[in-house]
C-alpha cells in the first residue's frame, strides 16, 4: 500500500491569510487529486494535480482561489488562499497507483479558519 | 454525472451485532471502494470491489455490477468499528472518485 504524508496535519488560521498543504508519497504515481470534506460531510473533489502542466479543477473550485503545485510525481501542493470560515475543513491528498484498481488518501489535514 | 446513494445514513449497534450498509450507483463502473473514516478523519481502505465478493475478517462486501449495488456487512461488531462508511466509484480507468454521502455507524459497548 502507498505512504502519503501531509503537512501540516492540523491548523488554525486567521481569516484572509493564506495556508500551503503538503502533500508527499513514497513511490512515484501519475495520479494525484485533491479533495475537501466540510464539516458532517463527504468527500468532494476539488482537483487532479498533473505533473508538468496546470491542475484540473471540478466545477465550483477555481485556481485562484486553491492553486496546486505539482513539480514532480512523488510531491504536490495545495494552497487555500484568502480563507474565511466556509474553507473550515479536512483536506485530503489521494493518489492513483493501478491506474484506478485502488486509491489511498493520506491523514488529511484539518483546517479551521477564525 | 454519476450519483452514489447510501444507506442507511446512521446506524447505531450494540458490541457484537451484525449490520449490512449498501451502495446504490446510478451508472455502469470501473471501480468500487469502501473506506472506514475512523474519528480522526483518516480513511481507510476496505474493499476494491468492482464485482463479486471480497471478505476480510469481520467484514465482507459484494458488488452485483449489473444491478449497480454494493453490501457492507459487519459482523460481531465492536467499538472500533464506529465511524464513517463511504462507498466511491469511478466510471473510468484513471478518473476520479465520487464518493456517496457515506453511513454513520455507532458500537456502544
Known amino acids: 500500500s502507498a505512504v502519503i504524508s501531509q503537512k501540516p496535519s492540523r491548523d488554525i488560521c486567521q481569516r484572509g491569510t493564506s495556508l500551503t498543504i503538503q502533500c508527499q508519497v513514497d513511490s512515484q504515481v501519475t495520479m494525484m487529486f485533491w479533495y475537501r470534506q466540510q464539516p458532517g460531510q463527504s468527500l468532494t473533489l476539488i482537483a487532479t494535480a498533473n505533473q508538468g502542466s496546470e491542475a484540473t479543477y471540478e466545477s465550483g473550485f477555481v485556481i485562484d482561489k486553491f492553486p496546486i503545485s505539482r513539480p514532480n510525481l512523488t510531491f504536490s501542493t495545495l494552497t487555500v488562499s484568502n480563507m474565511s470560515p466556509e474553507d473550515s475543513s479536512i483536506y485530503l491528498c489521494s493518489v492513483d497507483y493501478s491506474g484506478g484498481n485502488t486509491i489511498y488518501f493520506g491523514e488529511g489535514s484539518w483546517l479551521t479558519v477564525v | 454525472g454519476i450519483q452514489v446513494e447510501q444507506s442507511p445514513p446512521d446506524l447505531i449497534l450494540q458490541e457484537g451485532a451484525n449490520s449490512t450498509l449498501r451502495c446504490n450507483f446510478s451508472?455502469?463502473?470501473?471501480?468500487l471502494q469502501w473506506f472506514h473514516q475512523n474519528p480522526w478523519g483518516q480513511l481507510i481502505n476496505l474493499f476494491y470491489i468492482p464485482s463479486g465478493t471480497k471478505q476480510n475478517g469481520r467484514l465482507s462486501a459484494t458488488t452485483v455490477a449489473t444491478e449497480r449495488y454494493s453490501l457492507l456487512y459487519i459482523s460481531s461488531s465492536q467499538t472500533t468499528d464506529s465511524g464513517v462508511y463511504f462507498c466511491?466509484?469511478?466510471?473510468?480507468?484513471?478518473?476520479?472518485?465520487?464518493f456517496g454521502e457515506g453511513t454513520q455507524l455507532t458500537v456502544n459497548p
Open positions: 451508472d455502469s463502473v470501473n471501480n
Open positions: 466511491a466509484v469511478t466510471r473510468a480507468s484513471g478518473s476520479r472518485l465520487t
